[in-house]
């Protein structure tokens, strides 16, 4: 296990100001001992949470071209038909990952291929399971294609809470499955849309890990 890069300045920030809080506290007021200690205490646990929000798990990974692996860790949320609106402009199998605070929240790259398209979104900050974060929230675009010609999807979607989603692939950049693609920072969603054809692995409100999880398989 370790700390993701995109955590460095947040927990270094967090940590600055809760020990100037803490420190305000300690000198401003003369009694409330147990107060001061309780609040240190909270202060302490609240940092740990920051930093393990950006813990990186170490995973073995068995690749397969054949395999769609999950992007992300959470819970299945979407499985359906629907029209996907952005690129393919026609009816794809959504498969949607819901992301709590508590998930790991490095998103992975589920199969072999080519960076066909990239696009960053602005948008709202819907909760991650509302029907429409998909479309209005702010969101990041990734569009793969494998050596077998088949494409698929990934959007990472912020949530509520969410406030920032970094994308690291550029168009025409090759990718290996289970290869790191991005990061979305507290509380979140990934969408995955497959061909009709794909063969649907998992159910709904499954847990799911990212790169150990098959979501689906190609026809």
Not at 39 to 48: E, K, L, N
């Amino acid at each position: 296990m370790r700390i993701h890069k995109e955590g460095y300045t947040t927990i270094i920030v967090v940590l600055f100001v809760l020990l100037l809080i803490n420190a305000a506290i300690y000198f401003i007021i003369e009694k409330a001992f147990v107060f001061k200690y309780i609040f240190a205490g909270i202060s302490f646990i609240f940092w740990i949470f920051i930093i393990a929000f950006f813990r990186v798990p170490n995973r073995k990974v068995q690749t397969n071209n054949h395999n769609i692996l999950a992007p992300a860790d959470g819970e299945i949320v979407v499985i359906e038909e629907t029209i996907e609106e952005e690129y393919f402009k026609d009816r794809r199998i959504q498969i949607s990952t819901f992301m709590s605070p508590m998930n790991i929240h490095v998103n992975w790259c589920p199969v072999k291929g080519t960076v066909q398209y990239t696009k960053y979104h602005k948008g709202k900050y819907l909760v991650a399971w509302h029907p429409k974060s998909s479309t209005l929230n702010e969101r990041s675009t990734i569009v793969l294609k494998t050596k077998d010609g088949q494409e698929i999807l990934v959007r990472q979607i912020a949530g509520a809470v969410a406030r920032r989603i970094v994308t690291y692939p550029t168009k025409n950049e090759e990718l290996n499955q289970a290869e790191q693609i991005g990061f979305i920072k507290f509380g979140s969603r990934v969408d995955i849309f497959l061909p009709l054809d794909a063969d649907v692995k998992v159910e709904l409100h499954q847990q799911v890990r990212g790169t150990q999880t098959v979501l689906a398989n190609f026809a």
